[in-house]
């Protein structure tokens, strides 16, 4: 079966800061791994997405993650945090057909 | 080309009630999934319907059906609600019901149903 964590369900960071949000995966064959931002009451969008390729993923607003399998992490990075940052982040993982298993989210503040 | 469309917003029912809830999926989409979000629970899945016919289905009791139309828009019902029912229930739909790592799901705004 597979299973996300997310580390830290609050992360508080200053404006021009570096952005680390955490996620480790468990699954026994090598996964699909997403993180969403879910802004307030909105819906999730998709930041960015690995998927056997590349392993350093970039995606949009300057974010990006790097997949280390030997940790089974995922964790989401952005240089500068930027105001418009703060949201809630989710990490989810998938393999094959399989539908999504999502962490239970980190929230994002960020501090002017 | 228009997102996927959630209706309505917000929802107020009392135990014991029932509710439709209703989703329209990006044009082209054929798959449709709905997830329900707590605080407490996160992001459960509770089932995915793809050419009117469900493909896949979560750990939810019976109480939570759901349908498909021909023109892809899916409805969610829920029965007998519940206190516990209260959450955001989110629609997500793709082009195919396939490997969601070559088929990106996209969200909707939610449904927010709140149970008195």
């Known amino acids: 079966a597979q299973s996300?964590?997310?580390?830290?369900?609050?992360v508080s960071v200053s404006e021009g800061a570096l952005v680390l949000l955490r996620c480790n995966y468990s699954s026994s064959v090598p996964p699909y791994l997403f993180w969403y931002v879910q802004y307030p009451n909105q819906g999730l969008q998709l930041l960015l997405k690995y998927t056997s390729a590349a392993t350093l993923v970039k995606g949009i607003n300057g974010f990006e993650a790097e997949f280390k399998k030997s940790e089974t992490s995922f964790h989401l990075t952005k240089p500068s945090a930027h105001m418009s940052d703060a949201a809630e982040y989710f990490c989810a993982v998938g393999f094959g057909n399989e539908k999504l298993t999502f962490g239970t989210g980190t929230r994002l503040t960020i501090i002017p | 080309k228009a997102g996927v469309t959630q209706t309505p917003r917000y929802l107020i029912k009392t135990r014991g009630q029932q509710v439709t809830l209703s989703c329209?999926?990006?044009?082209g989409h054929r798959s449709v999934s709905w997830y329900q979000q707590t605080?407490?629970?996160?992001?459960?899945?509770?089932?995915?319907?793809?050419?009117?016919?469900q493909r896949n289905k979560g750990n939810f009791p019976g109480r939570f059906s759901g349908r498909q139309?021909?023109?892809?828009?899916?409805?969610?019902?829920?029965s007998t609600l519940e206190l516990g029912d209260s959450a955001l229930y989110l629609c997500a739909s793709s082009r195919t019901s396939g490997s969601p790592g070559t088929d990106t799901q996209y969200f909707g705004p939610g449904t927010r149903l709140t149970v008195l």
């Open chain 1, 4 to 10: 996300v964590t997310q580390l830290g369900s609050h």
């Open chain 2, 24 to 27: 329209s999926p990006i044009s």
């Open chain 2, 39 to 53: 605080p407490g629970q996160g992001l459960q899945f509770l089932f995915e319907y793809f050419s009117e016919t």
């Open chain 2, 69 to 78: 139309f021909s023109n892809s828009r899916s409805e969610m019902n829920v």
